[in-house]
């Protein structure tokens, strides 16, 4: 193919270009400007010699050399020149894309006929440097590339060459320029664009070409857009040596520009080169010839073309690196001698690193460590050399691996060898060392590394290397300088030298570098990529979720006659796993080009493409991948680190993980700390150990805690009470009481400083001491009149009125909490107040009915918004404290407002939009029903005869069809006639299983109401029914009937038959679980919510046989800490005394 030949010969540097006036159509220009073509200027030289514009019969037989002939001949040449210059505007013209496309690409010359300076322009925008040439003396030193101004350039270089005379006399008066063209004419393939092929000196130049060379001449193809182009027009121009490529050929191609974007897209892509890395298949397989399978792979070595990444096109050609080189056991079992050993061993390693491969092969790891330096005293240099690269390789590996020992020991043994190292070798060493030092934060050691590390000016990829390095401790300004001058570099080397892979390569390596450091390139282009790095980042995740895509290996089939089943297996080659090979070549891309993957100075992007890899990584290197969480500073890749992810890591490296890790923690949360340290401890770090406490031992957690603490009184910005609730679930015994009591001192939130106040612990009564300290503060807090101090005060109190103390403390508090109290205005915090710490009955009551006459009187309209909605709910809350005080005619009033205000909105109510966002109107009017529930438990309420009754059962029952949770207000009235409890007990049933979440769990309040009421005489049947659901099926809704268990039972509501059901699910919910194809959320939130009620069931039937086989469950590593406390608690809440 024509476009594939120019390609080609583009890339290898081998190919020039003419442009032509027609090109200088596609310059931008103002309205009020016009670039004219050829014809038009022989329009306006008609126009000087005739006075007036010419018919096309004027000028048919007329050429412009003719015309600009006669205005010299009768105007004079100042004349004609004047005239050139007016009708091409050159200081009011810039060039377009496509100019700028054209020059981009790395012509060997550029060769033009245009007085214009629109190529000179676009060579500047284009980031490619040509050096111009418009006479003898600059052409004589003048490098390659070249824009090589045959006829001139405007303002002044003169003659423009443009009068029949000035062609016939071109080859005397210009043959530096006559000997250029013919030279590039013999050497390099030529394209003519926006160029006819008309003019007379070329037809000169080509002619020569014809004569001299003949069939051996270059091609010189001249691009063209011509819809009706005649054939007897590509037949004359191939015998005057031209090919035509027409680009109105191109599908879908809309015009010239169009075609020419497409053109000039194509042939600059990287010609695909003939090298390739592929090896023999004969020689892949483990019996096959080691000599021929060495020669092969080092002949591919020493003619790889030096990208500084293997193109994503040429990964194909190094599959043996996943599929074969796992098995080559044997093959290596085979070699004669340590020597060849070595050169085998250099060969492979040679090409893992080349293909982004692993080195996690057990064979090869076993035959590096094996290979010792006492060997080196029967080696010759070149082998002895390679024995190096293998160890400073494997020394890598150590450090992916996390094998910090390992690292520690064979880093001392390849130090002993320093002055035998060469610069490359300890450029990768250096670097080495450094990614260790970064994955410790010990940013001080890397400084000190990175001031010692000396790069040679060629030094592309450590440059690269060292660039990344300096991102890592926040050196962005050195690293963009140090960048910024190896591009420069980097250009000269590529205008100086013909087409070089390795170069281009570099040069676009270090152009996306750059671009991914600037913190505005979200506005820049992305710039274009001799390798395309997103190309393969997108090649490593499709063959992960091509691999998850596919079947399993064995598959049940079923073809379409009855009973026609069968098996299949499915073979998906050898080697290692798509999954794993894509997340290894995703990381060793990232190291190789030493990208930043992030960090505090950075915008990090592509976060989706990292947390996947980042989850990925995890389940083979845990320990590496949190090293890349921390390095990337962002808080939204620590999605990554799930609770199943988490079952990729181990009790001990999690432990080792701390231990590595807690120095530079404390150290990043000192005030005196760097930005960088600081930044990625309370970004990622300390959130990362935090969730880590799911498997460290209880001491580690303790101090975490301790380190949140500080967080919370420096870096209040950064304080998440979500991380308390964390390490509060994981800790457990005398560790979690000393938490919890010191979260009881941490000083209390400051209005603007803190949205938060410490997260306060969940007690037990009694749990903990009493803290003097602690109560001074709630106190102090209590009195500020600042109203969220006083808010996060009282939360603070209502859990000190739990802990162990005496009576005269308790008094302190009670009297507190009513100075507060007595202070307007009646928050809804302080209303609360009395349900914990009561007051006087006088004072309650008289609250009570202020409250009722308030919601008597006021009238909820709907303002077609939800805030009367809330209004209702509120002011049916603030009214609890009345409920049980309310005398039988406060009662009835009570009742007459609820059934108005619920019909009255009944037809907005009815609505279930439950499905919207964020619940729509049916969600907040749910709420309404949730202190209605308290209201139908109160005693002294009317009797059943009183007529208030029926109508509000009426309006509940129409409530219950539109979908309301009002299960346990039917309930609970059942209990004073109001329904039947038949019916009440069908309802139950039939809400337990429905598809609502709220049905469900209202349906379970319901009957823990009568669990509460009746003990063990509770239905049965509905019981039972919940354990074969939550036995044949678990899911996400399984901890809600799991909760629903857990309180029954709490209220001895479970019978000898319910028992043994129960029983035996936990006995085999071991085995079941595992296997299920579930989130291990939801697994875990099953798992604790049946070892709560494994403890429960340890004390009320301790005679339960089954708890030595729940316990030696709960052992398992993978048990995480908050799930093995679940059992504690549930013996907590079964030793609690009963509710009222």
Known sequence: M?????????HEGRASCMVGAGFSKNAEIDDTTRMKDWFELADDFYEMLYGGKPSPQDIKYKSVLRLASQVEASKGRGALESLLQNSLPDERVYPGRLHIDLMKLPWSDVFTTNYDTLLEKAFIEADRYYHKVTNKETLLYAPHPRLVKLHGSFPDIRPFIITEEDYRTYPQRFPEFVSTVRQSLVENVLCLVGFSGDDPNFQKWIGWLRDVMGVQASPVYQITYNIQLHDSNIHLSHDLGLDIINLADIKDAKGFPEALDFFLTYVGKEYKTKWSGRINSNNRSES???????????????????????PISHMGEFSDTKEDIPFWSSMYSVCIDTSQQIKFLYEINWRIETALGSFDTEWYLQALEQLTFEQTKVLDNSTYQKLLWLKISLLNFYRIKGKDEDYAQLLSRIKNHTPELTYEQKRLLTY????????????????????????????YQGHLWKAGVLIEIGQLREAEVMLQDLLKSVKRSILASRYSPQLVSVRSAIKLFLWRMDHNRHSMDKPSSDFDFTEIVRHCRDIITKEDNQPSHYQTTHDFNLLSIGQRWHLWGRGFKSDYYGVIRYFQLYEKLGFPFGGPNLISSDIK??????????????????QWIVRCCNAK????????????????????FFDSLIEPCKVGLDPYAGRILQTRVLTCLLPILVRLSTLLPQEYIEHIFNLLCIVYRQYPQKYQRTQAVTLYN?????????????ALKEPILKSGIREDDFEMPDLFPNEIEYSPEAGEIAIAGLCSSDASIQQAAYERLKVLKLTKKDDLTSSVLATSIAIWRATPPLSDDKLSSFFIFPGEEKTMNSIGTSELNSFLSEDFKNDSSSSFIDSISNRLRRLQIGYPRFTEEKHLDFLDKVIQILTENEDIFKKNDSDKFLGGIHSRVRAIFRPLNYYTQVEGLPSKGNNKWQRFRSVIERYREYGYPVLTIIASLSYLGIWDKATVKSYIKEALFSSSSSLVSDAGEALVYIAQQQGARVNQSVIKS????????????????????????????????????????????????????????????????????????????SDWPGLDDWSNYMENEYIKNDIRKGFVEGVRLASLPPED
């Open 637 to 656: 890749l620590l999605d990554a680190l799930t609770r199943g992810s988490l079952l990729q890591i181990s009790r001990p490296d999690a432990c080792v």
């Open 730 to 742: 994981n800790l457990s015994g005398e560790n979690l009481k000393i938490c919890q009591a010191n």
């Open 288 to 310: 096959s010839d080691i000599d021929a399978l060495m020669t092969e792979m080092r002949q591919v070595r020493e003619s790889y073309p030096g990208w500084i990444v293997l």
């Open 2 to 10: 024509k476009l594939d030949t120019i390609r080609m010969h583009l």
């Open 432 to 459: 080495i060392k450094c990614l260790y030092a970064i994955s410790k934060l010990d940013y001080s050691n890397v400084q000190q590394i990175v001031d010692d590390w000396d790069l040679r000016s060629l030094d």
């Open 1026 to 1101: 919940i354990i074969s659901r939550i036995t044949y099926v678990i899911d996400e809704h399984t901890h809600t009937y799991l909760y629903i268990i857990r309180e029954i039972l709490l209220r001895k509501g479970i019978s000898k038959q319910g028992r043994i059901l129960l029983e035996e699910w936990i006995s085999t919910l071991p085995s079941r679980i595992e296997c299920l194809a579930i989130s291990e959320e939801i697994k875990d939130d099953v798992r604790y919510l049946a070892n709560q009620i494994s403890g429960i069931m340890s004390v009320i039937w």
């Open 609 to 626: 493409d990292k947390t996947f890899m980042v989850e990925r990584l995890l389940r083979y290197y845990p320990k590496y991948a949190l």
